[in-house]
């Protein structure tokens, strides 16, 4: 039977730790709504969304009142809206109509960010998708709860440049767009490397093609409670550190795996995988680069850090897979600048820069997150961060990302605030060579040959 | 049977028990286990109940035994047992 300690220490990690279970994301399939009429389409889609999510906030808080555990965020996915308007949409404003029809339905079921809005084109572009992509910052514009993502390479596919060219452009677009609120729009839009199908954090989720109609995955985080658990172990070994952090998060993902089994229970929908990643909030208390200070480093950045955030992934991996039946998503530590105090106060003490948050995103999920650069960073050089990212996640099978604000208008040394889960950046400088002949030469980067296992 | 876990937490004072006692039995709560310490002055109570035969909401259990906490000066919390057998228990 359990004993007042385990209770109290369960307790301990939500109250004094920030434990939570960070998102659960409805996927939503949207292939049986397609339609050539675009008025039909975009009434079948709110229908769709609505008909199947409408009691996902009030499930997630009930659960969170029979647990004691708070759930931060309801959220859904849909399927990538490139396919889904690809029969209807003749032009980049029948496109964000359907981005606003999203909008709709999210203000209507009341969860806080809707994701799907996404075109796949690892390997080519369909009229479709370029129509879509063209129409990101048109759409980011006019929406408040929608996010986009592009996946632009992988390694079965290799990188598509023609895409990365593009989508360096709508970055830069979307900021000029949003530039009333210090580039706003583009926190809501990443591109990926290897996309994953049933990631279940913003801004990169999609209900990926080979899914069920509908499915839950949750996102668990929980970067204060293994800060707190390394704090008793300071100046032990490595195979102490590893196994502490191995069983922090195993206790972590536990209650991921009891929420999600709970959420598919009552709402009648099957559950799909839980999200092992370790997601900082600008929350004091519930930082990764706390967890990288505690390690040993004097800020994150600092000389080792590259190693003490690869055992962290990993460890966080070892532990985590054992405590749920179904691990997909990102899984692994989230490095977001804006999002992390200890991330900022890194940058802001010079020890972090944006080479080596790149070194970084070598060893963890996910890739250069929520990092403001400076507002006159050209669409070229934004493209050449982005093939380097792929690059990473190409050649080491892993998914990686960007998402970067050139906010408009403001320069290095000077802070954005983006409010709430996003935080705030300090601009960080970019190196300022070109590289445009590189990113004009169109086409894309054949597939690396250890891709051919076949 | 659905165990629920009742705790309590705060500064000592008298009455703690028999308050949050005194709710469980008008509402058919029975209680399976009580275990108890004082650590420098603070008062730490776990309950074990089951819910199974309660009338009324969960919900409505958990505001009012918060509510009640609130009166006496103590922090009440119900939490279903599973959240703490998934954790600690393989």
């Known amino acids: 039977m359990i004993n007042i300690y385990e209770v109290a220490e369960t307790n301990e990690m939500i109250e004094k730790e920030n434990l939570d ?50 759930i931060v965020n309801k959220r859904i996915s849909v399927t990538p809206i490139a396919l889904v308007g690809a029969a209807a949409c003749k032009t980049i404003d029948d496109y964000a109509g359907i981005a606003r029809t999203l909008d709709k339905v ?47 390479g992988s390694t079965k596919t290799g990188i598509n440049m023609d895409a990365v060219k593009l989508m360096g452009e709508m970055v830069k677009e979307t900021a000029e767009y949003t530039k009333e609120q210090d580039s706003l729009g583009c926190a809501k839009l990443v591109v990926f490397c290897n996309a994953p199908d049933d990631n279940p954090f913003m801004a990169g989720a999609f209900h990926g093609v080979t899914e069920a109609d509908r499915i839950i995955n949750v996102g668990v985080s929980g970067p204060g409670v293994v ?52 997601a900082p909030t600008p929350a004091i208390g519930d930082s990764v680069a706390d967890i990288l200070c505690e390690i040993g480093l004097e ?86 961060i982005i093939a380097d990212e792929m690059a990473i996640g190409m050649v080491n099978q892993k998914t990686t990302a960007v998402r970067v604000i050139p906010v408009i208008g403001k320069g290095v040394g000077e802070t954005v605030e983006f409010g709430g889960l996003l935080g705030y950046a300090p601009i960080m400088p970019v190196n300022r060579f070109s590289c445009d002949d590189f990113v004009n030469r169109g086409g894309r980067i054949p597939v690396p040959i250890h891709s051919f296992k076949n | 049977m659905k165990k629920t876990i009742i705790t309590v937490v705060g500064k000592d004072t008298v009455g703690i028990i028999a308050k949050v006692c005194t709710y469980l039995a008008e509402n058919r709560v029975n209680i399976l286990d009580i275990s108890q310490t004082i650590v420098q002055d603070y008062f730490n109570m776990m309950m074990i109940v089951d819910t199974g035969n309660m009338t009324g909401q969960y919900g409505d259990m958990v505001d009012a035994l918060e509510k009640l906490g609130q009166e ?14 998934q954790m600690h228990r393989i």
């Open chain 1, 299 to 384: 800020h994150a950045g600092a000389p080792g850090t590259t190693a003490a955030l690869a055992l962290l992934n990993d460890q966080v991996k070892k532990g985590g897979v054992m405590a749920s039946s179904y691990v997909g998503g990102l899984s692994g530590a989230f490095i977001p600048v804006s999002e992390d105090q200890g991330m900022i106060d890194a940058v802001n003490a010079g020890a972090l820069t944006l080479e080596k948050l790149e070194a970084m995103t070598c060893v963890c999920s996910v890739g250069l997150d929520m990092i403001a650069i400076p507002g006159d960073t050209k669409a070229s050089t934004i493209s050449g």
């Open chain 2, 72 to 85: 006496i000066g103590v922090v009440v919390k119900c939490q279903k047992e599973e959240i703490f057998d």
């Open chain 1, 21 to 70: 279970v960070r998102t659960i994301t409805m996927g939503i399939s949207l292939l049986d709504c397609i339609d050539a009429d675009l008025k039909l389409l975009n009434e079948k889609i709110y229908q769709k969304i609505y008909e199947s999510a409408r009691d996902l906030v009030k499930t997630g808080e009930q659960i969170s009142r029979e647990y004691g555990i708070p």
């Open chain 1, 106 to 152: 999210a203000h209507e079921v009341g969860v806080n960010f809707i994701g799907g809005y996404s075109a796949l084109v690892s390997k080519g572009m369909t009229p479709a998708d370029e129509l879509l992509i063209r129409s990101i910052p048109l759409a980011l514009s006019t929406t408040e709860r929608v996010c986009s993502s592009v996946n632009l």
């Open chain 1, 227 to 278: 800060k707190t658990a390394l704090e008793k172990v300071r100046g032990e070994n490595f195979e102490v550190l590893c196994e502490t952090i191995k069983k922090t998060a195993f206790k972590v993902t536990r209650v991921g795996q009891l929420v999600a089994q709970e959420a598919s229970r009552m709402l009648g929908v099957p559950f799909g995988i839980v999200d092992l990643s370790l």
